[in-house]
């Protein structure tokens, strides 16, 4: 492997144009190789480990890869877009800026005329793409790119092998997957209809009924089960929009094969799927009555900034907190856990982030947690938290779920940040504790002379510009979190400069 990179690179980094053009053909038959190689998802992470993704990417900024594009840029594409197939491999060629740099050779590829290069291109800009503004600028590409995936699914599919061309319909799945990531390509596919139904989605429900016994084979083909795999994945995409979920629910027969599934362990697309089915056809049940619980959404990225917020949550309520990293191990049915917590949840709070948008899995959880949200207080039943400055929604599917929600802005005090929350949804314990300290130690720098001194200290309590009216005033258990303004007055305490306010609401008096 060592010696085929060094070779690549001596034939792309050597200034001396007439060695390169005469070792062009052996170069060309040394990337046919790896192309081949790097197909292979069981080897794909010695190339990684040997810094193949660094030197690809040293290999495309080069001047004498610009200059033979026409001969060596479709395998080295393809390589870009085979290493995108591992998730070590994505993450690092996003880290290198790789989507940013293929986009520089946008009019070059184009330039060529040649549909594999075209094709392949297309492909690894699906694979690398991090948010719909990226794909937005190449949204004709990707549709395109979408559509000719979406063709040759259907062509590979009648095949005994399940392949065509060299590509297996695991692989075309899988891509398709991603760019359904995007919701303008979604709609797109699933637009074209009979009778009022989506030829795609009878395509997909069909051929998930054509092979999803490679799920309870003891000994499957391993290719067999990564397609099941990601046409799972397809379906449950398909089942969080409202509009098209209705079409799954219609085919009986897809239901009676989705509910067995999700009643097995270590199915949780199926459970999933299921679990949207079910909050459709309840949408008539009375509500329940339940116990205050909040439920934490979050990207595992996030996971040191999820513990700090909910020890800091902890501190100021009463409510049990549900965080999958507390009751779940990985190797658990997660969604059999995730699903039922998020449905008796009172309140949920999504901690949002780039990579919070980049994962299929979130739309997923986020679109089901919308799909209960008619169960909880309009307003205070999910509170949206960035958990990075000058966040904004990087998926158009994120923003078109959230864009009405509260969402409290990253600061670099959790603390504080957790302190908004707490206001918004009105779930404080002891609230004002660390503000009377604050309230003691300025009061005792104050002459204490003036009556208005108690009002004026009041104002200058951090995160507080306003006094609270009876109607901002929040409750829980009975008890009043939020000062209730009426009339009030001021006098001095025995203690030297500490003043008081005090003031009744209702006949009750507070201090």
Not at 131 to 152: F, G
Not at 326 to 354: C, G, H
């Amino acid at each position: 492997m060592i010696s085929f990179q060094e070779f690549i690179n001596n034939c792309l980094t050597n200034t001396n144009e007439h060695v390169s053009l005469r070792i062009l053909p052996v170069a060309n038959s040394v990337l046919t190789l790896l192309c081949t190689l790097t197909d292979k998802l069981t080897i794909i992470s010695i190339f990684i480990d040997v810094g193949y993704i660094q030197k690809i990417i040293q290999w495309i900024r080069t001047d004498k890869f610009a200059s033979l594009i026409s001969d060596i840029g479709g395998s080295i594409v393809t390589i870009v877009y085979n290493l995108t197939r591992d998730k070590t491999g994505l993450k690092q060629l996003r880290t290198e800026k790789a989507f940013d740099i293929l986009m520089e050779l946008k009019q070059s590829i184009y330039n060529e005329n040649d549909s594999w290069l075209t094709l392949t291109y297309g492909w690894a800009l699906i694979a690398l793409a991090t948010s719909d503004e990226q794909s937005e600028e190449n949204k004709k590409l990707i549709l395109d790119t979408s559509e000719n995936l979406y063709r040759l699914c259907n062509e590979t599919d009648q095949k005994d092998d399940l392949s065509s061309n060299g590509y297996h319909l695991s692989e075309l799945l899988e891509l398709l997957d991603r760019a359904f990531a995007n919701t303008y390509v979604i709609k797109h596919i699933l637009e074209d209809k009979i009778n009022e139904k989506s030829t795609a989605i009878q395509y997909f429900t069909e051929l998930f009924l054509s092979f999803y016994g490679a799920l309870l084979d003891p000994e499957p083909d391993e290719l067999e089960k990564r397609a099941i795999k990601y046409l799972l994945r397809i379906l449950l995409q398909i089942s969080s929009y409202p509009e098209y979920l209705k079409q799954l629910i219609d085919n009986h027969q897809f239901c009676i094969i989705i509910e067995s599934l999700a009643n097995r362990p270590k199915r949780d697309d199926a459970k999933g799927i299921w679990c949207n089915i079910q909050q459709i056809m309840s949408t008539n049940e009375q509500k329940k009555e339940r116990s205050s619980k909040i439920y934490i959404s979050y990207d595992r990225t996030d996971e040191e900034f999820c513990k700090e917020f909910v020890k800091e949550l902890r501190k100021r309520t009463t409510i049990p907190i549900w965080v999958d990293y507390e009751n779940v191990d990985l190797s658990d049915d997660m969604w059999e856990y995730v699903s039922l917590n998020i449905i008796s949840a009172t309140v949920v709070i999504t901690l949002v982030s780039t990579a919070y948008g980049e994962s299929t899995d979130k739309f997923q959880e986020l679109s089901f947690i919308i799909s209960t949200n008619k169960s909880r207080d309009e307003k205070k039943g999910l509170i949206v938290v960035a958990t990075e400055p000058n966040f904004n929604f990087n998926r158009s599917w994120m923003k078109d779920l959230l864009h009405d929600k509260t969402m409290i802005s990253y600061e670099n005090n959790i603390d504080h940040m957790v302190w908004n929350v707490c206001e918004q949804i009105g779930v404080l314990k002891k609230p004002r504790m660390k503000c009377l300290s604050w309230l003691f130690k300025n009061g005792r720098r104050k002459t204490a002379q003036s009556n208005d001194f108690s009002v004026k200290t009041l104002k200058l309590i951090p995160g507080n510009d306003k006094v609270y009216s009876g109607r901002e005033s929040s409750q829980v258990d009975g008890s009043t979190d939020f000062l209730l303004v009426s009339k009030t007055h001021s006098s001095q305490s025995i203690v030297t400069g500490l003043m008081t306010q005090t003031g009744s609401v209702s006949g009750s008096t507070w201090v």
